[in-house]
């Protein structure tokens, strides 16, 4: 049958701020700048729209083998972009989540982000994640460790667990329906997941835009909406 008109659940690989920069002589750093308003504009045109969970890929865990004035200036974009939107998130009803290795990052971002997971815990309209230091495999393998870990105390039996079992075990288990996206987004043309939401992925729609994240607008995201909008998601049937 035809798809619903919108996506439940939407995950954006932010792809393509670095490599946009150097194409116009500008340092990496100022793709990201301009990526973060692209931020802004995207979770306000999906709250609008009527989206439930919006996923944004900001950092892997592959990233931190970046140069080191790079991460600075990413850590300091994050506190910003959360000092100047917390409030209006809030107006909206957002609920903020992040997904990652949060202990990992600087202790001044990791405050933040806090502070503000806090402030916007009683958004209800919807669920805006940050996956940061986020790696999919590193997530799968937590879950199967802490299925082991009750298995082996038995609290648990493993041959009666189900893939909606396994689904709480993940990060994205707070989320609409475990976490299952329906479109994946992923900005600069490049064709592949890179280690991101592998498991949430399974039944989501593709849409792989040419457009650098810094040029991803409103309109673009609209037309990766209107993209999905015409498929048929059979999940498996006829």
């Known amino acids: 049958m035809l798809n619903p008109v919108l996506p439940r659940h939407i995950a954006i690989i932010m792809d393509g701020n670095g490599r946009w920069a150097t194409a ?4 990496r750093f100022y793709g990201h700048i301009r990526g973060a308003a692209r931020v802004k504009e995207i979770v ?19 990233n931190w083998r970046r140069p080191e004035e790079e991460l600075a200036v990413l850590w300091k974009i994050l506190k910003k ?24 990052l600087p202790k001044d971002a990791a405050s933040e982000l806090r502070g503000a997971i806090e402030t916007l815990s009683v958004g209800r309209e919807m669920d805006l994640t940050f996956a940061l230091s986020y790696g999919g495999r ?4 937590s ?24 689904a709480k075990r993940l990060a994205t288990a707070g989320l609409p329906e475990h976490g299952d996206v329906d479109l994946m987004i992923r900005t600069s043309g490049e064709m592949r997941v890179s280690n991101f939401l592998l498991w949430q992925c399974s039944y989501a729609e593709f849409d792989f835009p040419e457009v650098q994240w810094p040029e991803f607008t409103v ?18 049937g006829i």
């Open 138 to 141: 590193a997530e799968i393998l």
């Open 143 to 166: 879950a199967a460790k802490s299925i082991a870990r009750d298995a082996r105390l038995g609290k648990l039996d493993p041959d009666a667990l189900s893939e909606a079992d396994f």
């Open 44 to 62: 306000r045109a999906s709250r609008e729209r009527g989206i439930r969970a919006l996923t944004l890929y900001a950092f892997s865990t592959e």
């Open 81 to 104: 972009y959360l000092r100047r939107e917390v409030n209006e998130l809030k107006k909206q009803g957002i609920r903020l989540h992040v997904i990652g290795e949060i202990d990992r």
């Open 24 to 27: 116009r002589g500008y340092p």
């Open 219 to 236: 309109g673009e995201f609209e037309k990766s909406l209107a993209g999905f909008a015409k498929r048929k998601r059979r999940f498996g």
